[in-house]
């Protein structure tokens, strides 16, 4: 069977258009002048593909895009916009829109769209001239079970499916880049490259070169003509890293090429047309930098259709056990496997880690070091005390959500010279206090989150004499 699409346009030509191209596709076509129509049509028959003009004699394409996104969720919908209103897509996108073509509809860009929406859904191919690529799904990379990971794992998979543009926001080390190429690996431009860029490290000087890539002789030193970051991200994904350091004048460049699609390489006199998922992070707050003058409204808007936020490790430390089962397991050798003791996972999983899932990493890998017989114990991590991090940046991050209570003298390393009984007493003492903060002095909770029995911790309370804080 071949698959179906339906059309929606109030335009005799253009819906013509569209139509002779998707047959010659070897699709099958319904067409539909007004909403009406077209809600009638979708109530019958089950479509691989609806493709919408915005403006319809009566109403909104926006109202297909939400029936569509509601009712039939299996059925990727993309949107015609008139040229111009670059703002109509946008809206269409969050909507629930996977893709849009402005109009004059460019012929080249509407099968790339076409293929990409049968490829999303898996259908098989009616004759030759539409290219399928059936990909079976993959796993995850993305380590943890908590709620919070699931729920950012269930929005990687529908953004996969979508060309809206992403924004990736998450404190340093939380994973943003991982949750990038998550996206990229599951949608389908896999085959295609995945280009990451970190705005904040290319000098102001060069960076249009970079992006659009340069005719030979455009400048000194140009001896050759040059690819872009677009150019050889093309069909795939472009993940602009720190976004928020793109200097002013860039930031209109690149919006313009993202709204035009289209790049002009310097030194060139043409544009040529780019087909770029745009994918962008950063551990700032950018409406901040909005509000400071710092990011242009325009761009972040364009950019900001969808936000992913990856939530910071200390919020889901239930998944710290299984990241450093991982993380262990990658640092192993034939032979010899490293684990941690029962204190040691302890103490990580009271650690607020405000350099996120790297921070456990770097731990880890330090103290894969230094453990004995493969055996981490709490000692080997060495854990940092709150109030001395060396990484300032995203300390600041951090500040609003400690969820250790304020004074969170965890895991101080005591001034040598101290007796080694001293120094693991302190390290009891903190991580008991520490295990009463969260759980707002509750003892019994205390001891579970502990692994210890109640007797266990009252004993340890009153050998230690901590006091309810
Ligand atoms: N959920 C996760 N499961 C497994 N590994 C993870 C997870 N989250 C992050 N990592 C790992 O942690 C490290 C840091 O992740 P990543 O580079 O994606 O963070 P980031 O948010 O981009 O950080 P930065 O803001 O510093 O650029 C990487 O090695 C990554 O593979
Ligand atoms: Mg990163």
Do not use: W
Request: hydrophobic content about 45%.
């Amino acid at each position: 069977m071949k698959p179906r699409i339906l059309v929606i346009d109030d335009e005799a030509h253009l819906r013509e258009l569209l139509e002779i191209t998707l047959i010659k596709m070897g699709l099958d076509v319904d067409s539909a002048e007004t909403l009406e129509i077209a809600r009638g049509l979708l109530a019958k028959t089950a479509y691989s593909l609806v493709l919408t003009d915005m403006r319809l004699p009566d109403g909104s394409g926006l109202e297909m895009v939400e029936l569509v996104t509601n009712t039939h969720k299996n059925t990727p919908i993309a949107v015609i916009t008139a040229f111009g209103s670059a703002e109509n897509a946008v809206i269409a996108l969050k909507a629930g829109a996977f893709d849009y073509v402005s109009k004059p509809v460019a012929l080249d860009q509407l099968r790339k769209l076409v293929r990409s929406a049968l490829q999303m859904h898996e259908v098989k191919p009616a004759d030759e001239v539409v290219e399928v690529l059936v990909k079976p799904a993959s796993p995850s990379f993305l380590i943890g079970s908590s709620p919070e990971i699931q729920h950012v794992r269930s929005q990687i998979g529908r953004l996969a499916r979508s060309m809206a543009p992403v924004i990736i926001t998450g404190e340093s080390g939380s994973g943003k880049e991982l949750a990038a190429r998550e996206i990229h690996r599951n949608s389908g431009r896999a085959e295609k490259p995945f280009i990451a860029v970190n705005c904040g490290a290319i000098p102001e000087m060069l960076m249009e070169a970079e992006f659009f890539g340069y005719r030979k002789g455009a400048f000194t030193g140009a001896n050759d003509d040059r690819d872009g970051f677009f150019q050889a991200a093309n069909g795939g994904t472009l993940m602009l890293d720190e976004v928020a350091d793109l200097p002013l004048a860039m930031q209109v460049k690149l919006l313009r090429a993202i709204q035009e699609r289209r790049v002009r390489k310097v030194g060139a006199t043409n544009e040529e047309a780019v087909d770029v998922r745009i994918l962008s992070a950063t551990h700032q707050n950018l409406a901040d930098c909005v509000t400071a003058g710092k990011f242009r409204q325009d761009l972040y808007y364009r950019l900001n259709v969808i936000e992913l936020v990856l939530p910071p490790l200390r919020q889901r430390l239930d998944d710290v056990e299984e990241l450093a089962s991982a993380i262990l397991l990658k640092l192993a050798t034939p032979g010899y496997s490293i684990k941690l003791n029962q204190a040691a996972l302890q103490a990580l999983k009271l650690y607020e880690f405000p350099g996120n899932v790297r921070e456990l990493e770097n731990i880890l890998e330090r103290a894969a070091a230094f453990a004995n017989d493969g055996i981490v114990d709490v000692i080997d991590l060495g854990l940092r005390s709150q109030h001395s991090l060396p990484d300032q940046r995203s300390r600041n991050a951090n500040d609003q959500t400690l969820n250790l209570g304020d004074d969170s003298e965890v895991f101080v390393k005591p001034d040598f010279p101290c007796s080694l009984p001293e120094y693991l007493e302190a390290i009891e003492r903190d991580v008991i206090r520490a295990a009463l903060r969260r759980t707002q002095n509750n003892r019994t909770q205390a001891a579970d989150l502990l692994g210890v029995s109640f007797r266990q911790l009252r004993y340890s309370i009153q050998k230690l004499k901590i006091s309810d804080e």
